[in-house]
T-cell receptor, first 114, second 114 residues
């Protein structure tokens, strides 16, 4: 069964550094998402992406964040200058169609900012 | 913006008993309501979902009900088993054309006692 994959599984970085989290969505899916989950807390929506552009973003997704689909398979989340409070699990998800269709989550990347 | 409240935050039941988790949402335009199960350290996985034009949906031991007027929806698990122990998240999604807004509830930690 196809799965969403994410790399790396764990990323440790120093405050102020740039990080890029990578995701490979399921191949026939057209909608892509990034979520954040701080340890022990709820899943928070960051951004949705369709047709090579952002379709919606949350208040968390400020100018420090950007997303890109650099080729036909990868979907990346970049954090330009990491802060301590960016430490969290970041999940990528994809769906065939947006909205009322199942989103398949990747295994997540644990980001630790020191 | 959308606000999703989820109760209870923790729930302990005896094996074989039923468990009910409730969510309320604020935006009447939300039209898709998935429920996710998240085991410790793992990705959220969809267990059941319901669209706004349906009042109830059942899949074996799991059912979801939606009351659009009251803006609340509930997850019902019958004949609980120890492997049902996990954190459960509800979500409310507003999908309109290419626009989507995804809001998760705060989660319910379910413990099924053998």
């Amino acid at each position: 069964e196809p799965e969403v994959t994410q790399t790396p599984s764990h990323q440790v970085t120093q405050m102020g550094q740039e990080v890029i989290l990578r995701c490979v969505p399921i191949s026939n899916h057209l909608y892509f998402y990034w979520y954040r989950q701080i340890l022990g807390q709820k899943v928070e929506f960051l951004v949705s992406f369709y047709n090579n552009e952002i379709s919606e973003k949350s208040e968390i997704f400020d100018d420090q964040f950007s997303v890109e689909r650099p080729d036909g398979s990868n979907f990346t989340l970049k954090i330009r200058s990491t802060k301590l409070e960016d430490s969290a699990m970041y999940f990528c998800a994809s769906s065939v169609v947006g909205g009322s269709y199942e989103q398949y989550f990747g295994p997540g990347t644990r980001l630790t900012v020191t | 913006g959308e606000n999703v409240e989820q109760h209870p935050s923790t729930l302990s039941v005896q094996e074989g008993d039923s468990a009910v988790i409730k969510c309320t949402y604020s935006d009447s335009a939300s039209n898709y309501f998935p429920w996710y199960k998240q085991e410790l350290g793992k990705r959220p996985q969809l267990i059941i979902d319901i669209r706004s034009n349906v009042g109830e949906k059942k899949d074996q031991r799991i059912a979801v009900t939606l009351n659009k007027t009251a803006k609340h929806f509930s997850l019902h698990i019958t004949e609980t088993q120890p492997e049902d122990s996990a954190v459960y998240f509800c979500a409310a999604i507003l999908n309109s054309g290419g626009y989507q807004k995804v809001t998760f509830g705060t989660g319910t930690k379910l413990q099924v006692i053998p």
